[in-house]
Structures are given as structure tokens and as C-alpha cells.
């Protein structure tokens, strides 16, 4: 079996991908990805700890990252939704250019 | 009771000057009858004195309370009831009163009736206060009260500049005499810690007092008594017109005729002379058995050269008042001559007479002035004695009386008692000759006045005519008393002396048989003949042109011009006195102006300054401070504002950053 730490590493890893991305895309749904990617990495943290933890045969760690899928789904939903009336508005999907809380 | 003498005519004149100015009726009513009843007052304390006198000793009533009381020193006023006061108490309200009736007729077309009046009230109820004052404050202050009411009456046509600087010029004057008068009575309070003359034996003109003044030395040779008199005599001097501080009277002419008749022949001038006899004893203490004082004897000289120098100016002037003040200059030096050689009585009783006949005189003269419509100079009249027979009547009594005329009128019986107390003056004969001379020049300038006036050919415009009755009845029953007068004063009936000296006396024909007093007599008649004759002779009855030289004047030209130029004492005044006083006002000016105004300019200039430091300080370091202080923050917050760029992706830069920098705090901290 692989060690934990490995799971881990690569959970870690795709977080660091995922928060990379969505701190410095400009494309708005490229963020969105980057923010998704953060989530399931999340949830693979979840599952390694479920299954290196001393009862692994209970059920919570998996409902746990099935509510968080879920809940990733609605909130990409959401996103989406948003991204989609904002380009209603400015016309473009580039994060540069949504400035207009400039102080 | 007394006080009732001097308050009467002072609340007449308080409620005339609360009057509205045209009530003519009650302000004359006031004044008039606010004199009467000071003279009723006045006569019954006199007949109270001749009463209490016929019993022998002097009869001496006081009256006094303390003013101020500052710890052991204190100051008392009061009055006081003797014959001096009683008889000089009766002869002001008496000639006031006349005066004031006959004012009703010559200021009867003046519009400034009402304010006459209040000021004449004012006067004579300061002038009795004078007279029945007790201590020298309380005379004092109603001295200046009289100072103040002859400047108001001099000036009273306060339109005419020279009537103005007349006023202006009669104070001041007599207000250097002041100066000295005061500085006299404090060293006499500090001397003897009363300014009571009579305290029941604790005054300052009793004997008590009266020895340590005179035992006390001052300097100069004279003694504190001296000394004192002396500075006393310098305020009289001033008052009374002696020689130095005599230049006022002549110019008080221009005041209306009553005011010269009251103020500058009968009453004020003659507060000198009251004072003088008042603080004789004064005078008088120490005096060595045989001689004089010091005081004394500078009394009668100044005396005497007045009554030369005046006389000699009044030979050669050509105003009818001028003459008369003159002359009344000339007569305050008899008097004063006379108390210094004579004592109280003699100076007094000539003052008593001279009160009657130059108020007679110079009441006179303002029925002339009235009757040649305002004309004053004696040049443009003449002939008058058909046309105003009334005055000419009672003027040339006057006239008489004033020349000591023999016999028969008041004026020869004083002034030969004055002249009698120069010829038993042992220290020198010079002011009998003196006196002498004035007495010729009295008799020549009065003729010649009375010649030009009265007789001649008329020499003026319009038409002259005699004065309504309002005005000739004083003078007539003044002319009685010149005339009636005498009889108190003759050697055989020294009522008058004995009177003032607390003894009683009796009609003695004996005292005509006294060494010398024929011959004296004899003498002063023929010295007042010769000067009527040479009057007559030079200037009689002729008809001269009005602006012909008087004949004098052709004789002896520059002694004349000297005369009429009054010896040039105005322009040395000016030049020197005067002129000094410009000077220094203008020192003071500058010192004024520049230091003082310049000190304040400088303070002024210090404040300003640090107003415009305080101005700049708060401009550019506070406001200024405070400004950049704000535009920093705005700057920092701009600065700071840039954070937020309003992207998302920033904002969640710096919160992944932070989440690390918190992380990495909590595993070292948990760690370490």
C-alpha cells in the first residue's frame, strides 16, 4: 500500500495547481477550474484520511466527499451562473478588466 | 443761623440755573429775594454784635463741626460772628442787593437775563461765605467759588474773543495768587493742625497758636508766622490786584457794568483785603514792641506802590470803566497799605467806604454807558449833566468822595486814617509820600474823567438820555451812604475802630485836639484841592473834538505814551511769563507726541508684531502642518487604496499569503 504521505502529496500538489490557477488566470471560468481543482483535491484528502483511518469501513469518510462533490457541483453551478451575467454585462470574461471596485 | 446768609442766594442760584432760559421774573425775583433775606439775616447779627460790643470786649461767636476725620488729624469748618465778619457781611448784602436791583434796569434787554442772574446769586452767596467762613479750607473753597463766578460773569458775552480772554486771563492770574495762598494754608496746618481761626482758644489766630508760629524760625529771617502771612498775602495779592498780579482787573471791564460794580469794586477785590484783616494776627505775631513785621511791611509797601502805579496808569486812559478800575487798583493798595501800617480797622473802614462809592461810580458809568447808547469812551461824550442830571448828581459824589474830597464825605475820613498810619509808621516815611502822590493823581484823573463826561460839549452820536428809575434810586441811596459813611470814622467818634476793636466809644470833639491830626488833615485837603484845581485848570470846561490829543498828551508825549500803555506790564508778561509758558507747553507737546506717543507706538508696534508672528505660525506651521499632515494621509490612503485594485484574484493572492504566513506561524509555534 502506499503511505499516506503520498496521497497527501499529491492532494497537496493539486491544491497548489488549483490555487495557482485561480489566483492568476484571467480568464474567469480558468479560475473557476483552478477553484474545482482546489475542491476535489480537498476531497482526496478526505478519502486518504477515511481510508488510513482506524475504522475504515464506516461510511463517513465517503459520504463526506460525495456531500462535497455535491456541493462543489452547485457552487460551479453558481459560478457559472455568475460568470455568465457578468459577461451579459462587460462583454468579456477577463478578471483584469472587473476593476470596478477600485478604490 | 448764620449759614443761612451765604445758603440763600447759593440755592437761589441753583434753582435759577435749573430754569429754563426766559423766565426773567423768577430768576430776578429769586436773586433779589434771596439777597434780602441775607441782608435781614446779616442786619440782625450786626445789631447782636454792636449790642453784644456795647458792654465792652469783642464779641466772638463760632460756630464749628468737623469736616473730615482722618485718624488723630482732622478737618473742621464753621463760621464765625465778629464785628470784622458782621460788618462786612452787612456791607456785601447791602451794596449786593442794590446792585442786583439795578441790574434789573441795565440787563433788561439782554436775552441772557435768566443765567445773569443765577450767576450773580452765585456769586454773593460764595462771597458771604467768604465772609462769615471760620476756617481758612472753608474760605478757601469759597474763594475759588468766587475765582470761578467772576470768570462766568467776565466771560458772560462769551462771544466777543476779547470778553473770553479776559475771563480766561482773570483766572489765571488770580490762580498763581491761588497757588501761594494754598501752599500757605497747608504749612499752617501742618504747623499748628488747625485751620480755624477761633476755637475757643485752640484757632490758629489765637494767642496759643499764635506764639509757636512765631517763635518758630523758617529761613530767610522770617518766622513761620511771617512766612505764612506772607504766602496769605500772595493769594490776596492776586485778588486783590496788587502790583505784580493786577494786569486782570483793568481787562475784567469787559464784563458787564454790574459784574465791575459788584465783583471789581465793592466785594470780590476787596476778599483780600477781608482776608488780610481776617489773618491779621496772624501778620502781627512776634511783632517787636516799636516795629513792624516782616509781613507787615511787605504789605504796605506793595501797597503803596500800587496805589501810585495805578494811579499814575489811570491818568491816561480813555475808557470811563478802565479809569474806574484803575482806580480801584490804586485804592486795594491804600487799603492794604493801610492795614499794614494801621492794622484791622484802618484798612477796613476804608474798604467799607470804597465798597459805597465805587459801586456808586461805576454804577455810574453803566447809566452813562446805557444813556450814550453802549458808548464807552470818554472821548465821544461831554456835556452830560443836563441830559442825565440824576447821575451826574450822584456821580460827582462819588467822584468827591473817592478824591477825599474834605469833610463831608466818607472818603476823606478813610483815607485820612490811612494816611494818619503812615505819618506814626516809623520804619519809613516813604509810603506817606507815596500814598501823598496817589492821592493828587487820584483827585487829577477823576476830575479829568468827570470833565470829559460831564461837562464840554456833547461829542458822541444820537442823543443822550437819562436812565429810568430802576437804576438812578441805588445810586442815590448809595450816594447817601459815601456821604454818611464818614460819620463812623471822624477822630471825634471813632465808632468804627472801636467797633472792630471791642470798644466802646463816645462822641469826643477832644479827638480832633490830637498832635498832628489838624495839621494832617489840612495837608490831605490841600493835596486834594491842588489835584481838582490842576484837573480844572488843564482840562475844565473847554469844548474839545473827539478825537483831538488830550492835553496832557500834547505836553508831554512820551511820559503820556508810557501811561497809556499801563508801564508796558502786559507786553513784558507776554514776553516773558507767557512766552515761557508756550515754550513749555510745546516741550510737552513733543514729549507728548513723541515719547509718550512714541512708547505706545512701540507697544503698539510690539503687539502688532506679535499678532502678524502669531498670524504666520498659525498659517504656515499649523495650518500648513496640519494640511501636509492630511494630504499624507490622503497620499497614504491613496497609496493604500491601490491594494484594492477591485480584482478578485489579488484579494485572494494576499489571503492565500496570509493562510501560509498563519500556517507557518502555528507549526513553528506548536513545533518549537
Same mark, same amino acid.
Given at each position: 500500500?502506499?503511505?499516506?504521505?503520498?496521497?497527501?502529496?499529491?492532494?497537496a500538489?493539486?491544491?497548489?495547481?488549483?490555487?495557482?490557477?485561480?489566483?492568476?488566470?484571467?480568464?474567469?471560468?480558468?479560475?473557476?477550474?483552478?477553484i474545482?481543482?482546489?475542491?476535489?483535491?480537498?476531497?482526496?484528502?478526505?478519502?486518504?484520511?477515511?481510508?488510513f483511518?482506524?475504522?475504515?469501513?464506516a461510511?463517513?469518510?465517503?459520504?463526506?466527499?460525495?456531500?462535497?462533490?455535491?456541493?462543489?457541483?452547485?457552487?460551479?453551478?453558481?459560478?457559472?451562473?455568475?460568470?455568465?451575467?457578468?459577461?451579459?454585462?462587460?462583454?468579456?470574461?477577463?478578471?483584469?478588466k472587473m476593476n470596478?471596485?477600485?478604490? | 443761623?448764620?449759614?443761612?446768609i451765604?445758603?440763600?442766594?447759593?440755592?437761589?442760584?441753583?434753582?435759577?440755573a435749573?430754569?429754563?432760559?426766559?423766565?426773567?421774573?423768577?430768576a430776578?425775583?429769586?436773586?433779589?429775594?434771596?439777597?434780602l433775606g441775607s441782608?435781614?439775616v446779616?442786619?440782625?447779627?450786626?445789631?447782636?454784635?454792636v449790642?453784644?460790643?456795647?458792654?465792652g470786649?469783642?464779641?466772638?461767636?463760632?460756630?464749628?463741626?468737623?469736616?473730615?476725620?482722618?485718624?488723630?488729624?482732622q478737618?473742621?469748618?464753621?463760621?464765625?460772628?465778629?464785628?470784622l465778619?458782621?460788618?462786612?457781611?452787612?456791607?456785601?448784602?447791602f451794596?449786593?442787593l442794590?446792585?442786583?436791583?439795578?441790574?434789573?434796569?441795565?440787563?433788561?434787554?439782554?436775552?441772557?437775563?435768566?443765567?445773569?442772574?443765577?450767576?450773580?446769586s452765585?456769586?454773593?452767596?460764595?462771597?458771604?461765605g467768604?465772609?462769615?467762613?471760620n476756617?481758612?479750607?472753608?474760605?478757601?473753597?469759597?474763594w475759588?467759588?468766587?475765582?470761578?463766578?467772576?470768570?462766568?460773569?467776565?466771560?458772560?458775552?462769551?462771544?466777543?474773543?476779547?470778553?473770553?480772554?479776559?475771563?480766561?486771563?482773570?483766572f489765571?492770574?488770580?490762580?498763581?495768587?491761588?497757588v501761594?495762598?494754598?501752599?500757605?494754608?497747608?504749612?499752617?496746618?501742618?504747623?499748628?493742625g488747625?485751620?480755624?481761626?477761633?476755637?475757643?482758644?485752640?484757632?490758629s489766630?489765637?494767642?496759643?497758636?499764635l506764639?509757636?508760629?512765631?517763635?518758630?524760625?523758617?529761613?530767610?529771617?522770617?518766622?513761620?508766622?511771617g512766612?505764612?502771612?506772607l504766602?496769605?498775602?500772595?493769594g490776596?495779592?492776586?485778588?486783590?490786584?496788587?502790583l505784580p498780579?493786577?494786569?486782570?482787573?483793568?481787562?475784567?471791564?469787559?464784563g458787564p457794568?454790574?459784574?465791575?460794580?459788584?465783583?471789581?469794586?465793592?466785594t470780590?477785590?476787596?476778599?483780600?483785603?477781608?482776608?488780610?484783616?481776617?489773618?491779621?494776627?496772624?501778620?502781627?505775631?512776634?511783632?517787636?514792641?516799636?516795629g513792624?513785621?516782616?509781613?507787615?511791611?511787605?504789605v504796605?509797601?506793595?501797597?503803596?506802590?500800587?496805589a501810585v502805579?495805578?494811579?499814575?496808569?489811570?491818568?491816561?486812559?480813555n475808557?470811563?470803566?478802565?479809569?474806574?478800575?484803575?482806580?480801584?487798583?490804586s485804592?486795594?493798595?491804600?487799603?492794604m497799605? =493801610?492795614?499794614?501800617?494801621?492794622g484791622? $480797622? @484802618?484798612?477796613?473802614?476804608? !474798604?467799607?467806604?470804597? *465798597? #459805597? %462809592?465805587?459801586?456808586? /461810580?461805576?454804577?455810574g458809568?453803566g447809566?452813562?454807558?446805557?444813556?450814550?447808547h453802549?458808548?464807552?469812551d470818554i472821548?465821544?461824550?461831554?456835556?452830560?449833566?443836563?441830559?442825565?442830571?440824576?447821575?451826574?448828581l450822584?456821580?460827582?459824589?462819588?467822584?468827591?468822595a473817592?478824591?477825599?474830597?474834605?469833610?463831608?464825605f466818607?472818603?476823606f475820613?478813610?483815607?485820612?486814617?490811612?494816611l494818619?498810619a503812615?505819618?506814626?509808621?516809623?520804619i519809613?516815611?516813604?509810603?506817606f509820600?507815596?500814598?501823598?502822590?496817589?492821592?493828587?493823581?487820584?483827585?487829577?484823573?477823576?476830575?479829568?474823567?468827570?470833565s470829559?463826561?460831564?461837562f464840554?460839549n456833547?461829542?458822541g452820536? =444820537?442823543?443822550a438820555?437819562?436812565?429810568p $428809575? @430802576?437804576?438812578t434810586?441805588? !445810586?442815590?441811596?448809595? *450816594? #447817601? %451812604?459815601?456821604?454818611? /459813611?464818614?460819620?463812623?470814622?471822624?477822630?471825634?467818634?471813632?465808632?468804627?475802630?472801636?467797633?472792630?476793636?471791642?470798644?466802646?466809644?463816645?462822641?469826643?470833639w477832644?479827638?480832633?485836639?490830637?498832635?498832628?491830626?489838624?495839621?494832617?488833615?489840612l495837608?490831605?485837603?490841600t493835596?486834594?484841592?491842588?489835584?481838582?484845581?490842576?484837573g480844572?485848570?488843564?482840562?475844565?470846561?473847554?469844548?474839545?473834538?473827539?478825537?483831538?490829543?488830550d492835553?496832557?498828551?500834547?505836553?508831554?508825549?512820551?511820559?503820556?505814551?508810557?501811561?497809556?500803555?499801563k508801564f508796558?506790564v502786559?507786553?513784558l508778561?507776554?514776553?516773558?511769563v507767557?512766552?515761557?509758558?508756550?515754550w513749555w507747553?510745546?516741550?510737552?507737546d513733543?514729549?507728548?507726541r513723541?515719547?509718550?506717543g512714541?512708547?505706545?507706538?512701540?507697544?503698539?508696534?510690539?503687539f502688532?508684531?506679535?499678532?502678524?508672528?502669531s498670524?504666520?505660525?498659525?498659517?504656515y506651521?499649523?495650518?500648513?502642518?496640519?494640511?501636509?499632515g492630511c494630504?499624507e494621509?490622503?497620499?497614504?490612503?491613496?497609496?493604500?487604496s491601490r491594494?484594492?485594485?477591485?480584482?478578485?484574484q489579488t484579494?485572494?493572492r494576499l489571503?492565500?499569503?496570509a493562510?501560509?504566513?498563519?500556517a507557518?506561524?502555528?507549526?513553528?509555534s506548536s513545533?518549537?
Amino acid at each position: 500500500m502506499t503511505p499516506l504521505g503520498g496521497y497527501l502529496l499529491v492532494a497537496a500538489l493539486l491544491f497548489a495547481i488549483g490555487l495557482a490557477g485561480a489566483l492568476t488566470r484571467r480568464n474567469a471560468i480558468l479560475v473557476l477550474i483552478g477553484i474545482e481543482l482546489m475542491l476535489n483535491a480537498a476531497n482526496l484528502n478526505l478519502i486518504a484520511f477515511w481510508r488510513f483511518s482506524p475504522h475504515p469501513e464506516a461510511l463517513t469518510g465517503m459520504m463526506f466527499a460525495i456531500f462535497s462533490i455535491a456541493v462543489a457541483a452547485a457552487e460551479a453551478a453558481v459560478g457559472l451562473g455568475l460568470v455568465i451575467s457578468i459577461y451579459r454585462h462587460a462583454r468579456t470574461t477577463d478578471l483584469d478588466k472587473m476593476n470596478r471596485m477600485k478604490g | 443761623m448764620l449759614w443761612l446768609i451765604p445758603a440763600l442766594p447759593i440755592v437761589a442760584a441753583g434753582i435759577a440755573a435749573l430754569l429754563k432760559q426766559p423766565r426773567r421774573k423768577t430768576a430776578a425775583s429769586l436773586a433779589i429775594g434771596s439777597m434780602l433775606g441775607s441782608l435781614f439775616v446779616s442786619l440782625v447779627a450786626f445789631v447782636y454784635v454792636v449790642a453784644g460790643s456795647a458792654h465792652g470786649g469783642v464779641v466772638r461767636e463760632t460756630y464749628n463741626f468737623t469736616w473730615i476725620q482722618t485718624g488723630a488729624a482732622q478737618v473742621d469748618l464753621g463760621w464765625v460772628l465778629d464785628p470784622l465778619s458782621a460788618v462786612m457781611m452787612l456791607m456785601v448784602s447791602f451794596v449786593g442787593l442794590l446792585i442786583f436791583i439795578y441790574s434789573l434796569g441795565y440787563m433788561a434787554e439782554d436775552e441772557n437775563f435768566t443765567r445773569f442772574f443765577c450767576f450773580l446769586s452765585l456769586f454773593a452767596g460764595a462771597m458771604l461765605g467768604v465772609v462769615i467762613s471760620n476756617s481758612l479750607l472753608l474760605l478757601f473753597m469759597c474763594w475759588e467759588l468766587v475765582g470761578l463766578t467772576s470768570y462766568l460773569l467776565i466771560g458772560f458775552w462769551y462771544q466777543k474773543p476779547s470778553a473770553a480772554a479776559a475771563a480766561k486771563k482773570a483766572f489765571l492770574t488770580t490762580r498763581v495768587g491761588d497757588v501761594f495762598f494754598l501752599l500757605g494754608i497747608v504749612w499752617l496746618f501742618s504747623q499748628t493742625g488747625t485751620l480755624l481761626f477761633y476755637n475757643g482758644g485752640a484757632g490758629s489766630m489765637e494767642p496759643l497758636n499764635l506764639l509757636w508760629l512765631a517763635a518758630n524760625p523758617s529761613g530767610w529771617g522770617l518766622t513761620a508766622a511771617g512766612a505764612i502771612g506772607l504766602l496769605i498775602f500772595a493769594g490776596a495779592a492776586g485778588k486783590s490786584g496788587q502790583l505784580p498780579l493786577h494786569v486782570w482787573l483793568p481787562d475784567a471791564m469787559e464784563g458787564p457794568t454790574p459784574v465791575s460794580a459788584l465783583i471789581h469794586a465793592a466785594t470780590m477785590v476787596a476778599a483780600g483785603v477781608y482776608l488780610i484783616a481776617h489773618v491779621y494776627p496772624l501778620m502781627h505775631a512776634g511783632m517787636p514792641a516799636g516795629g513792624t513785621t516782616i509781613a507787615l511791611q511787605v504789605v504796605t509797601w506793595v501797597g503803596a506802590s500800587t496805589a501810585v502805579f495805578a494811579a499814575l496808569i489811570a491818568v491816561a486812559q480813555n475808557d470811563i470803566k478802565r479809569i474806574l478800575a484803575y482806580s480801584t487798583v490804586s485804592q486795594l493798595g491804600y487799603m492794604m497799605a =493801610g492795614l499794614g501800617m494801621g492794622g484791622v $480797622a @484802618v484798612g477796613m473802614f476804608h !474798604l467799607i467806604t470804597h *465798597a #459805597f %462809592f465805587k459801586a456808586l /461810580l461805576f454804577m455810574g458809568a453803566g447809566s452813562v454807558i446805557h444813556g450814550c447808547h453802549e458808548e464807552q469812551d470818554i472821548r465821544r461824550m461831554g456835556g452830560l449833566k443836563s441830559d442825565m442830571p440824576t447821575t451826574f448828581l450822584t456821580y460827582a459824589i462819588g467822584m468827591l468822595a473817592l478824591c477825599g474830597f474834605p469833610l463831608f464825605f466818607s472818603g476823606f475820613w478813610s483815607k485820612d486814617g490811612i494816611l494818619e498810619a503812615a505819618t506814626h509808621w516809623d520804619i519809613s516815611k516813604g509810603p506817606f509820600y507815596m500814598l501823598a502822590f496817589g492821592a493828587l493823581l487820584t483827585a487829577f484823573y477823576m476830575t479829568r474823567q468827570v470833565s470829559y463826561v460831564f461837562f464840554g460839549n456833547w461829542r458822541g452820536h =444820537g442823543h443822550a438820555h437819562e436812565s429810568p $428809575a @430802576v437804576m438812578t434810586r441805588p !445810586l442815590a441811596v448809595l *450816594a #447817601f %451812604f459815601a456821604i454818611a /459813611l464818614g460819620a463812623i470814622g471822624t477822630p471825634a467818634w471813632p465808632w468804627f475802630r472801636g467797633f472792630i476793636e471791642g470798644r466802646a466809644v463816645e462822641v469826643d470833639w477832644a479827638g480832633f485836639a490830637e498832635p498832628g491830626l489838624m495839621t494832617l488833615m489840612l495837608v490831605s485837603s490841600t493835596i486834594v484841592l491842588l489835584g481838582l484845581g490842576l484837573g480844572v485848570w488843564i482840562y475844565g470846561s473847554k469844548t474839545v473834538k473827539a478825537d483831538a490829543p488830550d492835553a496832557l498828551e500834547k505836553a508831554i508825549p512820551p511820559v503820556w505814551t508810557v501811561l497809556q500803555n499801563k508801564f508796558y506790564v502786559d507786553e513784558l508778561y507776554d514776553a516773558t511769563v507767557i512766552a515761557f509758558y508756550a515754550w513749555w507747553a510745546k516741550v510737552a507737546d513733543w514729549l507728548d507726541r513723541r515719547v509718550w506717543g512714541g512708547a505706545v507706538a512701540g507697544v503698539i508696534w510690539l503687539f502688532g508684531g506679535g499678532a502678524q508672528l502669531s498670524r504666520l505660525t498659525d498659517v504656515y506651521w499649523v495650518n500648513g502642518g496640519f494640511d501636509k499632515g492630511c494630504e499624507e494621509l490622503t497620499n497614504s490612503g491613496g497609496l493604500l487604496s491601490r491594494v484594492q485594485s477591485g480584482k478578485v484574484q489579488t484579494y485572494l493572492r494576499l489571503l492565500a499569503l496570509a493562510v501560509v504566513v498563519l500556517a507557518a506561524i502555528l507549526i513553528w509555534s506548536s513545533r518549537g
